[in-house]
């Protein structure tokens, strides 16, 4: 995997971070400035010339972008204005091939993200961190590193472009397809779609009803592509399919010719990581529809076993193992198999979630489920999962911290073990 890091003060400092854990970055080849007005010479060709242009000169050959936030230093042809990563993160994922764009350095020093479990709620990035944390292994690799902190919301960078272009072959091959349908969302967990969820996907649809006026059933990629102003701004995406703003919501699918290829290429990348962000703040985040197996075992509290019912270790193996039965204990495991979401494509698994996912209103209708539960009623409620250490706590012999977080409806109740020398925040989301 090849990573290139963008600061207009000092590159070597993110290179240095991520060299602590044994990751390979590199600097800019040539001028920063040079790089960056071929970024927006291909923006500008794209959505005003008839080009089939869907890579930058300077970007085609990495994976990874690590992208300072502040690039306040640049000029371009002496024009005074602040460029920060927000200019350009979008353009980077819609006109480069590079697959996934880490900002750095926007939200200062947090280390965790106690409100939506996001890093930042605003990034057009794919992720949001300080550049200390490029140090912490956990980031690359999922496992928990020497300090033991690794926040469970990261996703594994070391997979995050395999992942991210096996979204946008998704994507691509069915943009005229309904969105939902085309993941193999269920009816329960359609039906239950929190507001924030539907509208995110188009604002136009009403709800899950198939008789409503517009569905979110029948929202394609297409449709979310044109009414998204997450990635590229409306004008861009009007001027890109050759359309006025205000008729940019009838626009079709170009067919035919290079430039008609490269608009879908565009589109497809622009939805691939905007549903990745639709999963982890809507879909994942909030544990209602989509649910991961440590908060699984989190939930129902008990765990069929000889010896480990009640053992923290036995229980944190869910947040590690990435293979069936995730962790779990096997007659919990078989229980909900049928629940498992199913998320491959291209011969890479895990594509959406990053994780094992259950959909959750599947296991609670499940006569089978319920009759386990029923067959083992002890529960361990003093044991927790700690989202910053990705383990789990016995309240018995630790104290671990509560805090609120701000996804789906609610108060959602999660805990940290709240480690030392670390930022978390916002503080107001710790419970009192």
């Not at 024009?79 to 979008?90: D, K, M, N, Q, V």
Request: negative net charge; charged residues 30%.
């Amino acid at each position: 995997m090849r990573i290139l890091a963008i600061d207009d003060r000092d590159p070597e400092v993110i290179c240095r971070a991520a060299a602590t854990a044994g990751i390979d970055v590199e600097k800019p080849q040539g001028d920063l400035e040079a790089l960056l007005r071929n970024l927006f010479g291909t923006a500008n060709a794209a959505f005003r010339k008839d080009t089939a242009i869907i890579d930058v000169e300077g970007f085609e050959q990495y994976d990874m972008v690590l992208l300072d936030f502040g690039l306040t230093t640049l000029q371009f042809d002496n024009f005074p204005f602040r460029l920060t990563a927000e200019h350009i993160a979008g353009y980077i994922r819609a006109l480069t091939s590079v697959p996934f764009v880490v900002s750095l350095n926007k939200l200062g020093s947090m280390d965790f993200d106690l409100k939506y479990l996001l890093g930042d709620f605003d990034t057009k990035a794919d992720l949001a961190l300080h550049t200390d944390l490029l140090s912490n292994k956990g980031l690359w690799s999922g496992e928990l590193a020497e300090d033991q902190f690794c926040p469970w919301y990261w996703p594994r960078l070391n997979k995050a472009a395999e992942r991210r272009e096996a979204q946008i072959q998704f994507v691509r091959e069915r943009l005229d397809k309904p969105i939902l349908g085309s993941l193999g969302f269920p009816d329960e967990a359609i039906e239950q779609l929190p507001l924030q969820a539907i509208g995110f996907l188009s604002p136009q649809a009403e709800d899950s009803d198939p008789n409503s006026q517009v569905s979110v059933r029948t929202v394609t990629f297409w449709q979310h592509f044109l009414s998204s102003n997450r990635t590229l701004i409306r004008d861009d995406r009007s001027e890109l399919l050759g359309v006025l703003p205000q008729d940019l919501s009838e626009a079709v699918i170009p067919v035919e010719g290079e430039r008609a290829e490269a608009v879908k290429t565009i589109a497809a990348r622009v939805v691939a990581g905007e549903l990745d962000f639709w999963f982890r703040r809507d879909i994942l985040g909030p544990q209602r529809l989509l649910i991961d197996a440590p908060h699984l075992q989190a939930k129902y509290r008990f765990r069929p076993g000889e010896g480990d019912e009640a053992n923290p270790a036995a229980w944190s193996a869910t947040a590690k193992e990435l293979t069936p039965p995730y962790g779990l204990a096997e007659e919990f495991f078989k229980a909900i198999k049928a629940a498992e979401f199913k998320q491959s494509h291209g011969g890479v698994d895990l594509i959406w979630t990053d994780k094992p996912c259950f959909w959750l209103p599947q296991i609670e209708d499940s006569d089978t489920f319920i009759e386990l539960a029923e067959k083992h009623p002890k529960r361990h409620n003093n044991l927790v999962f700690c989202e910053d250490t990705r383990r789990f706590v016995d309240t018995k012999k630790s104290t671990p911290h509560r805090f609120e977080t701000a996804l789906g409806r609610g108060i959602d109740v999660r805990y940290i073990e709240k480690l030392a020398q670390l930022e978390y925040s916002p503080k107001s989301q710790l419970a009192r």
